[in-house]
Nanobody, 128 residues
């Protein structure tokens, strides 16, 4: 496993924006699909977004589609999540995760079990 460190969370009002960052120590970062998940209190971890190693494939969860944008900078070993028009239901701890496989996309990008490296999470709280 490798280290992933999320940052950028905070307390905002509905309609505001936040940009989350995830810095990694993954030496093969540029060859791995990366994802963002979130977990609200009392709920299961939920898929938010995934981006393939090249950036050529991107997918979003239904609840964030059209508002969130995932991106990556392979030169900086980092992945980002731009979150616009935030809603109170977006309140959660947000985690970035690295795929266990190399150069793999597939249809299971929504499955948390596919990712074997996780950060500690960053709290996002959206007030109404």
């Amino acid at each position: 496993q490798v280290q992933l460190v999320e940052s950028g969370g905070g307390l905002v009002q509905a309609g505001d924006s936040l940009r989350l960052s995830c810095a990694t120590g993954v030496r093969t970062f540029s060859s791995r699909t990366m994802a963002w998940f979130r977990q609200a209190p009392g709920k299961e971890r939920e898929f938010s977004a995934a981006i393939a190693w090249s950036g050529g494939n991107i997918e979003y969860g239904d609840s964030v589609k059209g508002r969130f944008t995932i991106s990556r900078d392979n030169a900086k070993n980092s992945v980002y999540l731009q979150m616009n028009n935030l809603k109170p239901e977006d309140t959660a701890v947000y985690y970035c995760a690295a795929d266990r496989a190399i150069r793999y996309w597939g249809r299971d990008y929504r499955m948390a079990s596919r990712y074997n490296s996780w950060g500690q999470g960053t709290q996002v709280t959206v007030s109404s």
